[in-house]
């Protein structure tokens, strides 16, 4: 079945520093894969999308990049800011599928101290 | 546009007792999709509802039920409430449904405390 693998948090890292976050994927059809932000309290919210092989998803200063080769969709940000401390969730939907929900990552907790 | 939103926001209740959780979609939107979030689970897909019918089911116990209604507000019940159902409810709505490659919008949640 399909199924969402990410790297385990949480992540604390220092304001200004470089940001990973791993995310692979194992699916039968063709995914859309996306990254979503829970801020504390709230509800998620979508940070970036790529539906197809090679796709870049951006937003924010973030970026994710489809790599059908690796299955591998793997959050960036060259410089975290403190308002970027969150829990972060990768995820796909299996388009033509016969699931039509989004499966998730467990979640990465980031923590950015200034 | 208005984002999706969801009543209430907080709920207690006690085992046993039965409770119903309301999500109104984006304007426009057909489908809409619940799930529940706790530490220990993550994020889990209940079900969705596509033009008021359930088009989708995750792998939860009959207890859990929903229904559409034909303004796509969408309703979901749990029934003989249990302490493991404490969790954050999400619901999510997108024009016609994930499984073609669409964004999904989520709402503030609401979280259930049984006791």
């Known amino acids: 079945g399909n199924s969402v693998t990410q790297m385990e948090g949480p992540v604390t890292l220092s304001e200004e520093a470089f940001l990973t976050i791993n995310c692979t994927y194992t699916?039968?059809?063709?995914?859309?894969l996306f990254w979503y932000v829970q801020y504390p309290g709230e509800g998620l919210q979508l940070l970036l999308k790529?539906?197809?092989?090679?796709d870049k998803g951006s937003n924010k200063g973030f970026e994710a990049t489809y790599r059908k080769e690796t299955t591998s969709f793997h959050l960036e940000k060259g410089s975290v800011q403190v308002s970027d401390s969150a829990v972060y969730f990768c995820?796909?939907?299996?388009?033509?599928?016969?699931?039509?929900?989004?499966?998730f990552g467990k979640g990465t907790k980031l923590s950015v101290k200034p | 546009k208005a984002g999706v939103t969801q009543t209430p926001r907080y709920l207690i209740k006690t085992r046993g007792q039965q409770v119903t959780l309301s999500c109104s979609p984006i304007?426009?939107?057909?489908?809409v999709s619940w799930y529940q979030q706790t530490p220990g689970q993550g994020l889990q897909f209940l079900f969705e509802?596509?033009?008021?019918?359930?088009?989708n089911k995750g792998n939860f116990p009959g207890r859990f039920s929903g229904r559409q209604f034909s303004n796509s507000r969408s309703e979901m019940n749990v029934s003989t409430l249990e302490l493991g159902d404490s969790a954050l409810y999400l619901c999510?709505?997108?024009?016609?449904?994930?499984?073609?490659?669409?964004?999904?919008?989520f709402g503030p949640g609401t979280r259930l405390l049984v006791l």
């Open positions: 699916a039968t059809g063709y995914p859309s």
């Open positions: 790529a539906t197809k092989a090679d």
């Open positions: 995820a796909l939907s299996d388009r033509g599928g016969s699931q039509g929900n989004l499966i």
């Open positions: 999510a709505s997108s024009l016609r449904g994930a499984d073609l490659g669409e964004t999904q919008y």
């Open positions: 304007s426009g939107h057909r489908s």
């Open positions: 509802y596509f033009s008021e019918t359930q088009r």
